[in-house]
C-alpha cells in the first residue's frame, strides 16, 4: 500500500488530480511535487519512461491492455470497476520496480569497468564546443582510448576516466564489454584483500629511521655502556651492546621493507605473512619492555633508590617512540595493505590533481632520494624480492628512470605556474638568489667564525689539564775517542724517578685571582688558574741491575785515566691537556776534562760547569753504593735549577716558564726555577722494625728495595699553570672536526662539490631534463612496473627495452615529450599580462609555432 501511495505521488495524473484537492498545499503535497520533478531529471529519463506531462500513449496503451480493463471500464463508478486512479497507480508502481531493477543491473555491471590499477571508471558526458547562452568553450586536450587506441573527442562523444592513473576508454569499448558481460580491467580479489587496507608505510619508514638516529645519539644512556656512540667512533672502539642495538634497528628497517614486497608477490600466502609479521611485533612488544624492567633493577640495585620510568628521560623518550612504532604497525597489520602497491614515493597522478600536497611530496621524494644509502638499499631489497626479468643494473636503471622522470615533471610544473616570459619577482631573487649567496658566504666562513671568540660553540674557559707526570733521568757516557780503548763511546741511561700528579685543583676564586692579576701585570687577564702537586716518592723502583751498577762505576772511574766523561740530569714534565701534550724540560749537565768531544749517539753536548758538578755527582754515586752494604741512609745530590714553580700553557699547547707571585699578599714575584734535591732511599729509611720482621712485610721493607726521593724545600712538588683561554669547540679534542681544517675538509669542500655537481655540466644533461611533457614516457615506466606486479615477466623484459630506446633516441624524446612547454599560468588566479600571452602553436605539427597566426606582442631584436 505505502508503494501504491509512493507511485501515486510521482504520477503526472495523480498530480494533476492532487492540485484540484483542497490538500495541494499541504507539506505532502509540496514533497510530493519536489520527487515529481526529480523524477523528471535526465539523469533517470533512460529508466522512466514517463515525461513530465504524463506518460506516453504508447506506454498507457500497454499498461492497461496489461490489465485486462478497457479506459471506458475505469472511468465508470461502482459495479466493483476499480477507479482509474488506481489502475494508474498501480501501473506506475510497476514500471518504477522494473526502472529500479534495471538500474540496479547496470550498476553492477558498470562496477566491473575499471581500469588497470583497479579502479572503478567515471563516466563523462560530451561536452559541446559552444555552450547553451552561445559562449565559446576552450577545447579540450585530446586523449587516447587504451582498449582500441582510438582518439577520444570529448566535445562529440562520452567517455570513461579514471582520476586517480588517468586512464581512459571510449564509450563504444565500454558498450562491447557489458554487451558481452565481460570485465575490464584489474578486478578485486574478496577472497584474498578482505580488509579494506590502508597505506602506512612511510609512516613507518620514518618513524623506524628516527628510531635508529635516535639510538646512536643515546646509545650510552639506552644500553648502559661507558663511551656514547660518538665516542667510540672517535676511538675506533664500540661495544658489544652498542653494535647489537645498532644492528636491530637496521635489521628492522630491512625487514619492514621485506615484508612490503612480499605482501604483494605471492597472493596465496599473504595469510601466513601477516600471521609472521606480526607474531615478530608482538615479541619485540614483550621484548622491549623486559628490558625496561632489567635497566630499571639494574639502576635500583646499583644506586639503592627507587627510580622510574620518566626519572630517565633517554630512555623514556626511546620507550615512546618505541610504542609509536608498534602502534603504527598494529593498525597496519589490523586494516592490511592496499590491494594495489601504489608508489607512494613517486605518485603517478598528475601534480595539477594533486593540490597543495604536490611540493611537500616532492620534498619527501628529494630528502630520501639523497639520504646516503637510503634509496639504493630500497632498490636492492625490492629487485631481490618481487619476481623480475631484469637484472640488478637493468632494475636499477628504471628506478633512475623514474625518479628523474618524476622530478623533471615538476621542474615543468613550477615553470609552468608562471606566465610566459614572466620577470622574475623581487620575492624570488631574494630566496634563491641573494639569500642562497648569503647562505654559501657563511659555509666559507663558518670554520673561522665556529673558532672564534664571537660564537657560543667556543669554550668560555680554559680548557684544565688532565694529567701529569714528571720523570728525572741520569745519563752518563764515555767519548769515542782512541785513547779510552774499550771502556770509551759507551752511554748509559737509568730513569730515577717517576711520579704522575696527584692532585690537580682550580684555583680561579674571584679573590685570588684578581689579586693574582694585578700582583702579576705581566700575565694575560683572560687565564684560569690550575695547581699541581706530585709526590715526592716515585712511583716505580730502581730498575738498576748489579751489571749496570757497574757499568756506570767503570764510566765514573774512567775520569781518573783522563778519559772524556759526562753526566746529564734530565726532568721532564708533561702536561695532557684535551688530549694534547705539553712538554716542559730541565737539564743539568757537566764533563771532564773537555766537552768538545766525539759523544756516542743520542748524547748531546752541553756546556759544562767546569767539572764542579761532575765531581758531586761522582760522590754521591759512590756513596749510594753503602744502601747494597746496609747502610741506612744514602747522601743526597743538589740540582740547580731543575723545577718551576710558575708555568703558562698557551692556548696553541706550548708551554713556558715564568716568574710569578705566588703567596697571597706577597707580591714579590718567585724565580723561574727552584733547586732539587734528589736521593735514593732504600728499605731500612721507610721500613720500622715491626713491618720488618712481620711475615708479609710490604715491598719497601725489602732488602734490595730501592727508589727515587725528589723534593724541594716543601714535602710536595707544586707547580702554578697559567691556562689561556681558548677558542675550542666544545667536542672531543681528538675529532678531526675540532679543528679549522678538519672543518673545510668536511664541510665546505663537500658542500662546494654538491653544488658544483648541481650546476656543472647541465647543458649536458639538457636532453633529459628540459622535456616539457613527460606522461608518455612515466606510463611506459609505470607500464613495466605492472608487468612485473601481474606476473607478466615477457612483457616487462620488452617494454624495459623500449624504454632505453625512447631514452636512446632524440626524435621519440622531440616527438613524444614536446618542443616547448605549454599551458603556462597554471593555478594563477590574476590574469595574464599582454606581454606574456602564450605563442600560438600549430596543433600536430610537432609543436612548431603556426607562421600563419599572428602574435599578441612583437619581439625586440
Not at 638499499?377 to 629487485?383: K, S
Not at 613495466?784 to 607478466?792: M, P, S, T, V
Not at 620488452?798 to 624524446?813: A, F
Request: one cysteine or more.
Amino acid at each position: 500500500r505505502n508503494g501504491m501511495a509512493f507511485s501515486s505521488s510521482l504520477s503526472p495524473e495523480a498530480g494533476r488530480q492532487a492540485s484540484d484537492s483542497p490538500q495541494e498545499s499541504s507539506p505532502a503535497g509540496l514533497q510530493m511535487a519536489a520527487l515529481r520533478s526529480k523524477i523528471s531529471s535526465p539523469w533517470l529519463s533512460r529508466f522512466f519512461p514517463w515525461k513530465p506531462g504524463g506518460f506516453s500513449s504508447g506506454d498507457e496503451a500497454s499498461g492497461n491492455e496489461a490489465d485486462g480493463e478497457s479506459p471506458t471500464e475505469l472511468d465508470q463508478e461502482g459495479g466493483g470497476a476499480r477507479p482509474r486512479g488506481d489502475v494508474n497507480r498501480f501501473v506506475e508502481s510497476v514500471r518504477v520496480f522494473r526502472a529500479l531493477k534495471r538500474w540496479m543491473r547496470w550498476r553492477l555491471a558498470t562496477n566491473k569497468i575499471r581500469c588497470s590499477m583497479g579502479h572503478r571508471l567515471e563516466k563523462h558526458k560530451a561536452r559541446p564546443m559552444v555552450t547553451e547562452l552561445g559562449e565559446e568553450r576552450p577545447k579540450p586536450k585530446s586523449e587516447v582510448c587504451e582498449r582500441c587506441y582510438c582518439a577520444i573527442r570529448k566535445e562529440k562523444a562520452a567517455y570513461w576516466s579514471c582520476a586517480v592513473c588517468e586512464y581512459f576508454a571510449c564509450d563504444e569499448c565500454v558498450r562491447a564489454v557489458l554487451k558481452e558481460g565481460l570485465s575490464m580491467g584489474k578486478q578485486s580479489q574478496p577472497r584474498i584483500f578482505l580488509k579494506p587496507g590502508i597505506a602506512l608505510y612511510c609512516v613507518k619508514f620514518g618513524l623506524g629511521l628516527v628510531l635508529l638516529v635516535y639510538a646512536m645519539v643515546a646509545s650510552k644512556q639506552i644500553v648502559r655502556e661507558e663511551r656514547s656512540f660518538s665516542e667510540s667512533f672517535q676511538q675506533s672502539d664500540f661495544g658489544v651492546w652498542t653494535l647489537a642495538l645498532l644492528f636491530l634497528h637496521l635489521l628492522l628497517l630491512v625487514f619492514d621493507r621485506i615484508w612490503h614486497k612480499l605482501y604483494y608477490r605471492n597472493a596465496s600466502s599473504i595469510t601466513v605473512i601477516a600471521f609472521v609479521n606480526g607474531g615478530i611485533h608482538v615479541l619485540l612488544f614483550f621484548a622491549l619492555h623486559i628490558y625496561i624492567i632489567v635497566s630499571m633493577t639494574q639502576v635500583l640495585r646499583d644506586d639503592g633508590v627507587d627510580v622510574s620510568l620518566y626519572s630517565d628521560p633517554v630512555l623514556c623518550v626511546y620507550y615512546v617512540l618505541w610504542m609509536a612504532y608498534l602502534s603504527i604497525c598494529s593498525a597496519q597489520h589490523k586494516h592490511g595493505l592496499p590491494a594495489v602497491d601504489e608508489d607512494l614515493l613517486r605518485p603517478s597522478t598528475s601534480p595539477e590533481s594533486q593540490g597543495n600536497t604536490e611540493r611537500l611530496r616532492y620534498f619527501y621524494f628529494m630528502a630520501h632520494y639523497h639520504m646516503p644509502f637510503v634509496d639504493d638499499l630500497r632498490v636492492i631489497i625490492d629487485w631481490s624480492v618481487v619476481r623480475t626479468s631484469l637484472d640488478l643494473w637493468m632494475y636499477y636503471k628504471v628506478e633512475d628512470a623514474h625518479s628523474w622522470l618524476y622530478r623533471v615533471r615538476h621542474m615543468m610544473f613550477v615553470r609552468r605556474q608562471s606566465f610566459f616570459a614572466e620577470e622574475r619577482t623581487y620575492g624570488e631573487k631574494c630566496i634563491f638568489g641573494w639569500a642562497f649567496a648569503l647562505v654559501l658566504l657563511l659555509v666559507i666562513v663558518m670554520p673561522i667564525v665556529l673558532f672564534s671568540p664571537i660564537t657560543p660553540l667556543t669554550s668560555t674557559v680554559g680548557v684544565p689539564i688532565s694529567a701529569a707526570s714528571a720523570t728525572l733521568r741520569m745519563s752518563v757516557a764515555s767519548a769515542c775517542v782512541e785513547s779510552a780503548g774499550d771502556a770509551g763511546c759507551r752511554a748509559i741511561t737509568v730513569d730515577l724517578f717517576t711520579a704522575k700528579a696527584t692532585r690537580m685543583t682550580w684555583n680561579n676564586s674571584a679573590t685570588f685571582k684578581s689579586w693574582y692579576l694585578a700582583a702579576n701585570p705581566q700575565a694575560p687577564p683572560e687565564i684560569d688558574l690550575q695547581e699541581l702537586e706530585f709526590p715526592a716518592d716515585s712511583e716505580s723502583l730502581l730498575a738498576m741491575t748489579p751489571p749496570v751498577i757497574q757499568e756506570i762505576s767503570s764510566t765514573f772511574s774512567g775520569a781518573d785515566d783522563k778519559q772524556p766523561v759526562t753526566v746529564r740530569f734530565s726532568l721532564d714534565l708533561v702536561l695532557t691537556q684535551a688530549g694534547e701534550s705539553a712538554r716542559v724540560g730541565f737539564s743539568a749537565c757537566d764533563c771532564v776534562p773537555a766537552c768538545a768531544q766525539p759523544w756516542p749517539l743520542g748524547v748531546a753536548s752541553c756546556g759544562g760547569l767546569g767539572g764542579a758538578f761532575f765531581g758531586q755527582v761522582r760522590e754521591w754515586w759512590m756513596g749510594t753504593q753503602q744502601l747494597t752494604r746496609g747502610e741506612v741512609a744514602a747522601p743526597s745530590l743538589e740540582l740547580m735549577d731543575m723545577w718551576a714553580p710558575s708555568l703558562q700553557l698557551k692556548h696553541d699547547g706550548a708551554a713556558v716558564v715564568v716568574s710569578r707571585a705566588q703567596v697571597f699578599g706577597d707580591a714579590t714575584p718567585q724565580p723561574r726555577a727552584h733547586n732539587l734535591s734528589f736521593a735514593i732511599a732504600g728499605a731500612a729509611s721507610r721500613c720500622n722494625s715491626t713491618e720488618a720482621s712481620s711475615a708479609e712485610a710490604p715491598a719497601w721493607c725489602l732488602e734490595n728495595t730501592r727508589w727515587g726521593v725528589l723534593s724541594d724545600a716543601t714535602p710536595m712538588l707544586r707547580t702554578l699553570v697559567e691556562l689561556e683561554h681558548s677558542t675550542r669547540l666544545n667536542v672531543e679534542a681528538d675529532s678531526s672536526y675540532s679543528s679549522v681544517i678538519g672543518l673545510y675538509a668536511g664541510l665546505v669542500f663537500v658542500v662546494g662539490r654538491y653544488l658544483r655537481a648541481a650546476f656543472q655540466d647541465s647543458s649536458k644533461r639538457t636532453i633529459y631534463e628540459e622535456i616539457p611533457d613527460v606522461d608518455v614516457f612515466l606510463d611506459l615506466v609505470v607500464a613495466i612496473q605492472l608487468a612485473r606486479e601481474h606476473g607478466d615477466l615477457r612483457t616487462e623484459f620488452q617494454l624495459y627495452y623500449e624504454l632505453m630506446k625512447v631514452l636512446r633516441s632524440t626524435d621519440l624524446l622531440l616527438t613524444a615529450g614536446g618542443h616547448e612547454i605549454k599551458g603556462y599560468g597554471v593555478d594563477r588566479p590574476d590574469p595574464c599580462p599582454p606581454e606574456c600571452a602564450e605563442p600560438r602553436l600549430r596543433t600536430g605539427n610537432r609543436g612548431r609555432f603556426d607562421r600563419r597566426a599572428p602574435y599578441d606582442a612583437t619581439v625586440r631584436l
